[in-house]
């Protein structure tokens, strides 16, 4: 599974920015019901052996909510920040962005 992480790392991401594997992170600009189901999503993925990043910058410059590089669709966006995200990058990677909605966290799950 590290290499399969690593070759998704080096294809999407942004090599400069300081993103830690399996490591949250949080906006101060965000909502407490969005860092609650960042957690949620992370919690998730620990459970199920996943490796995830929060707050991963794509080569584009656009910052993702979590990553998780396994995942059919990895870029997870929290619906309440989406309409702050680039149109441009939501149409580029939308399949492989998955939304889920604050009133209803378990739609990822």
């Not at 993103?19 to 019901?33: C, G, R």
Request: proline share 3%; charged share 35%; hydrophobic share 35%.
């Amino acid at each position: 599974m590290q290499k399969e992480t690593n070759t998704f790392m080096r294809t999407y991401l942004n090599s400069y920015s300081k993103t830690n594997l399996n490591a949250i992170k949080h906006d101060s600009n965000t909502t407490k019901e969005h860092r609650q189901l960042v957690n949620q999503i992370c919690d998730w993925a620990t459970e199920h052996k996943l490796d995830y990043l929060t707050r991963a910058v794509l080569k584009e410059g656009k910052i993702v909510d979590v990553v998780i590089p396994s995942l059919v669709k990895p870029f997870i966006e929290v619906r309440d920040s989406e309409e702050k995200k680039d149109k441009e990058y939501l149409d580029k990677f939308k399949d492989k962005i998955k939304f889920v909605n604050v009133s209803d966290p378990l739609g990822l799950l």
